[in-house]
RNA sequence: CGGGGCGUGGCUCAGCCUGGUAGAGCGCCUGGUUCGGGACCAGGAGGCCGGAGGUUCGAAUCCUCUCGCCCCGACCA
């Protein structure tokens, strides 16, 4: 395509609202443009790096054997409201309204409309297992959209679903789709990493995350060796505790802290570090009150504490609701005495003995408190894995990350087969519960996680596989007969090839064609200049920002060498 | 939803405090000179200052309300 005819809205300055660098660039990059708050337009190069991806996963997907489908974004209230996810989903589900009153949605994914197909055709055991998948725009009433393209309220994904007979069933369909999304994220140029991740409190026996380091994210993961994890999830073992515990056996016994509340500041008052104490954390888990106890220097990582508890919803309990519960008020909490409520301590907790608590008094906490002996405990792991602790498998320091999401598979097991009634006949006869897997992918956020991972201040650096176009012949002198004809022959030459190629025919100085080819991240440029009169051009690559002279007949088959 | 910031030509921003109906750079158009890293000269087009109401002789500027966008937090199949 010639440059010239082509709209490449190209910004010299970053604009106000752009935050994070892929944003910024896909922003004067001229990719996008924002309708609304997470609601973009994606322009020619956009669209074409995303047919691209796109065209990527269809292949990978094709070739595990799934099946391509189109499903309607609009949905009908009712199947949401069989699923149950009507009232689950809560704000973040687009509702409306049609003009006879009946409730809509628009969805985010597609459960329902899949497993709503599946009932109805699906009939004989002999039909599964089924892998469906589809591409489409999702829409999610985000509560904040941010990051540009990485938390928006309209979105492309790939979603897939498995309808099998059995776990062992399940587990395979599982299995082909973690070794096709490896195959898709590497064939996309990523660097990429999946992790173990919380399959939530309904249903669903294991998760994966597939995630691509970046300050822009908004995950945190814990990496080591062979050990991977979402914070949500991870385990590793703590840092030993500061001081040891107190050897013997005491009662617990009360001691005056007057306005000393903080777990810093018990440590300072007391002088014993922060890991002598037991941190008291009132929570309501579906509005019943439970104690959490963890160490004093630990945090509570509330996804651990919800999926314990098997809880919808948890949060925080109010400042009165502690008052009435405990009779003292947050800072003297502890677990001694405490009646009619669950107390829940971490694992870290196991074992340790003469430990420093709140009082349930305001102003008071107690020494030589001790678990199991002191109060009934029951111990679970409810502690957000940190820096410093070690993994339990190679035993070195664990790293935290920030990362980007880009894929998510999730075993669902029977939660929507069972919701919406999707049975197979079996071999005997019988009735046969099918068994779902969903799988997910982020198309625009393996763009947006492509140019994280790789720009500089020139611009975005896209791998050939994912770039809009893989070359682009840059004429010094447009102008130039003899430049203008060896620009063209290149480029018909690449054509011919197969490659996606650019010819910068525009009247621009040459720095202009340049610096607008860096920022829109052609992996490759050819630029026919001086040495053309020796028969030679340049082959420039992007990411290297290396050069090399080649002779004009073989500049093409070069470039198509490089992008395989 | 809580906290903060910002809305002035296409983009970046100044002007606002101390009211007198708008300015710069870039971009755009025309002509010319240029042509290996976002050229130069000359000429030109383009905004009623997010919106509504109010105060005032007079509002981009002061007041009230409202809409939108961004950031932090809460939230995130």
Redesign the pocket.
């Known amino acids: 395509m010639q440059w010239s005819k082509l709209f490449i809205p ?11 660098v892929s ?1 910024q660039l896909l922003l ?1 990059a001229g990719y996008v443009r ?1 309708l ?4 973009y337009s994606y322009l020619f190069l956009a669209q074409r790096s995303l047919l691209k991806i796109e065209k990527i996963v269809r292949e990978e997907m094709d070739a595990m054997g799934a099946q391509e489908m189109l499903l309607p974004a609009l949905n009908p209230a009712e199947v949401w409201q069989e699923s149950g ?1 009507w009232d689950v ?1 809560g704000q ?1 589900l687009f509702r409306l309204k049609d003009r006879f009153d009946r409730d809509l949605c628009l969805a ?2 597609h ?1 329902e409309v899949m497993t709503t197909i599946a009932r109805g055709e699906l009939r004989s055991y002999k039909q599964l297992p089924q892998i469906w998948y589809q591409i489409q725009t ?1 829409f ?1 009433d ?7 393209l990485l ?1 928006v309220r309209q979105f492309l ?1 790939k ?1 897939s679903y498995s309808f099998d007979l059995e776990p062992a069933g399940l587990d395979a369909s599982f299995d082909k789709h973690y070794e096709a999304y490896k195959r898709i994220f590497t064939r996309c140029g990523l660097e990429f990493v999946a992790v173990e991740a919380d399959s ?1 409190a ?1 249903g669903g026996s294991q998760s994966t995350e597939f995630m691509v380091a970046s300050d822009a994210g ?1 995950d945190f993961v814990v990496v080591c060796g062979s050990y991977a994890a979402n914070l949500e999830k991870a385990v590793a073992h703590p840092v030993p505790p500061a001081a040891p515990d107190p050897d013997g056996e005491f009662e617990p016994e009360p001691v005056h802290t007057p306005g000393v509340k903080t777990i810093a500041e018990v440590a300072d008052f007391l002088k014993l570090p922060a890991s002598s104490q037991m941190k008291s954390l009132v929570m309501m888990a579906d509005d019943k009150p439970v104690l959490a106890l963890v160490r004093g220097d630990h945090q509570l990582s ?1 996804t651990k504490f919800a999926s314990v508890m098997k809880a919808r919803e948890i ?1 925080p309990a109010l400042p009165h609701e502690i008052r009435e519960l405990f009779g003292a008020d947050p800072g003297s909490l502890g677990p001694v005495g405490v009646k009619n409520i669950r107390v829940i301590a971490d694992k870290a907790l196991e074992g340790r003995r003469n430990m420093v608590a709140g009082a349930n008094r305001d102003d008071y906490h107690l020494l030589h408190v001790t678990p199991g002996k002191d109060f009934p405990v029951e111990f679970a792991d409810l502690r957000q894995v940190a820096i410093g602790d070690t993994c339990m498998e190679c035993g070195l320091p664990v790293a935290i990350r920030k990362t980007i999401e880009i894929g ?1 598979i ?1 075993k669902l097991g029977y939660k929507y087969s069972d919701a919406m009634g999707l049975r197979v006949q079996g071999p005997d006869g019988s009735d046969v519960r099918v068994i779902m897997g ?1 799988y ?1 992918i ?1 198309i625009e956020r393996i763009l947006c996680a492509a140019i994280e991972q790789s720009h500089d201040s ?2 975005i650096i896209l791998p050939p596989a994912i770039a809009p176009f893989q070359v682009v012949i840059t004429p ?2 447009n ?1 130039d007969e003899a430049q203008k004809q060896a620009a063209l022959q290149i480029y018909q030459a690449c054509q011919s090839l197969g490659l996606d190629a650019l010819l910068d025919d525009r ?6 064609k ?3 080819a ?2 829109i991240g052609i992996p490759f440029r050819i ?6 009169a020796q028969g030679m ?2 082959l ?1 690559t992007r990411k290297s920002k290396t ?1 090399e002279d080649v002779l004009v007949a073989e500049a093409a088959e070069l470039v198509g060498k490089l992008c395989r």
Do not use: C, W, Y
Request: hydrophobic share 30%.
């Open positions: 190209t910004l010299r300055e970053v604009p106000a609202e752009a935050e994070v944003h004067r924002q609304a708050a997470g609601i996810r989903m973040n985010m994914t459960e999702k999610r985000e509560p904040r959209p941010k990051s540009g938390r994904m979603d939530g309904m908004e509330e949060r998510h999730f969903s997910g982020g020139n611009g010094v002198n102008g009247d621009e100085r040459p720095g202009v340049f610096k607008d860096e920022l630029t026919v200049g001086k040495k053309l051009v340049e420039v050069s």
